[in-house]
């Protein structure tokens, strides 16, 4: 990241500009519209660290809108007495949003700075984030009408003590502290530790940050959290859910995508650190009496193209790309081959594919397979067999997949971009949407 200190060099020599300046040179919209903003901090980190650096380091940046809304839980919870820690701060965007809840002296920056230092605590691996943080943050004063009583940055800087570098699973400290937590964690990959009770092997590491961040809270602490919608919907995060719902009191909300650049749709989770109380509803979806697993069986297609060798009898072979939409194909059609030893399906059944969006017109665009052949089925589709064996009942649970119920149900129930088994076993198969 070392590259992002272009950025904060320029951003140093600005602050710096705006505290020698003669009183009310920068008006607040200046300030607001300089290298200080979201936009430019964002513009500057895309073009100076290349992509699969910022996605190895998780350092992708929260929007004002999604800040504020992130702070908005805390209503009136924050007073000059209050610690607010983000232990992945970043460019600081959250403790930016989460001073507008601090007083600010209009006589003296020094005087705000001293409170705002008490209140705010923030980590983060790289230097040049924690630079840029407390530089914004002096300019975020400056922009709410705090005069500028201190001529040396260095100095201002220094107002903000538990702003520093540092690895968050190392410095669990300020999170017992803490009265308030705000956090968007990184989203990548990471190795699960030796002690993790609940997963194994790679795990996203929100789901871990959360981990840290409940298990250090003192009681009553309020924590909100924006998180990956994997951790709310996921199978895999099941035990990981439980773990939050034991120790916090909370509520989450669907929030959409993240940004326009990224393309992960995320959640808040609002909630106070407590004795377990009941469980949030995770999935927000209507439990249906009846749902697509208590008629069909439902398992992912087999086939790795990748990584599985042509080593077996030559069958039938269908994908994602090959399955023309919501029409039924027979087994003798079928023209492309794989030399599968593994496990073949037999028809019929309908495939589904797993890629699957809240922006696609479908949710889970399904083609009905029939006949004799039993076929190898590719690992990007969803084989789902009816119990009965009927031909009839995929046409009917094609109809289901097109109704526009199914969709609300899938948008609510999962928005992650692969479609999950536990996901389609949960449709709801209602009278009305299968006639
Ligand atoms: C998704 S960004 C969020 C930054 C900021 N809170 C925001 O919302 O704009 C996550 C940040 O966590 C930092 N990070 C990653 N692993 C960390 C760790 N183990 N300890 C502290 N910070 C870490 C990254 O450098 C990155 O800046």
Redesign the pocket.
């Known amino acids: 990241m070392d590259l992002f200190s272009t950025y904060t060099a320029e951003l140093e020599r600005y602050a710096g500009e705006v505290l020698t300046a003669p009183v009310g040179s920068y008006k607040k919209r200046d300030i607001r519209e300089s290298l200080f903003s979201t936009q430019q901090v964002e513009q500057h980190l895309r073009s100076l660290i290349p992509i699969e650096e910022l996605r190895d ?6 929007g004002d809108d999604m ?1 504020d809304e992130a702070v908005e839980y805390f209503g009136r919870s924050i007073s000059a007495k209050s610690l607010i820690v ?9 403790l930016i949003a989460s001073s507008k809840k601090l007083p600010v002296t209009k006589s003296s920056l020094r005087k705000t700075l001293r409170v705002w230092g008490r209140c705010l605590a923030g ?4 230097d040049v ?1 924690v630079e840029a943080t407390k530089l914004r943050l002096i300019l975020e004063a400056v922009s709410r009408g705090a005069r500028p009583d201190i001529l040396d940055i260095d100095e201002a800087k220094v107002l903000f003590p538990q702003i520093q570098e ?4 190392d410095h669990g400290i300020a999170l017992k502290r803490a009265t308030h937590v705000i ?5 990548h990959k990471m190795a699960a530790s030796n002690s993790c009770e609940w997963a194994d092997g790679k795990i996203n ?1 929100a789901a871990k940050f959360m981990d840290l961040v409940s298990a250090n809270v003192g009681r009553g602490t309020y924590v909100s959290a ?1 998180l990956p919608d994997v951790l709310r919907s996921g199978s895999r995060y099941e035990k990981w859910r439980a773990l939050i719902s034991s120790k916090l009191k909370c509520s989450v909300l669907s929030a959409g995508r993240f940004d326009s650049k990224t393309d992960v749709d995320v959640f808040l989770l609002n909630g106070r650190a407590a004795s377990p109380g009941s469980a949030p509803d995770w999935l927000g979806v209507e439990h249906c009496a009846k749902t697509i697993g208590d008629y069909f069986d439902i398992s992912i297609g087999p086939v790795v193209p990748y990584r599985d060798k042509q080593a077996g009898v030559s069958s039938p072979y269908i994908h994602p790309k090959q399955l023309p939409l919501w029409e039924e194909v027979r087994t003798q059609e079928i023209k492309e081959t794989w030399n599968y030893a593994g496990t073949l399906k037999k028809a019929p059944f309908v495939a589904i594919r797993r890629t699957s969006s809240p922006s696609d017109t479908y949710r889970a665009g399904g083609t009905l397979i029939k006949g004799t052949q039993k076929i190898a089925v590719e690992n990007h589709l969803i084989v789902v067999r009816p119990k009965s064996g009927r031909v009839g009942d995929c046409r009917k649970l094609l109809k289901v997949l097109q109704n526009n119920k199914t969709n609300d149900f899938l948008n609510q129930r999962i928005r992650c971009r692969h479609l999950t088994v536990s996901a389609v076993k949960e449709i709801p198969w209602k009278g009305e949407l299968c006639e």
């Open positions: 380091a998780g350092s992708f940046f929260t800040a983000d232990p992945a701060c970043g460019a600081g965007n959250l980590l983060d691996l790289f984030f540092a690895d968050a699973f956090i968007n964690p990184p989203y590491a924006i």
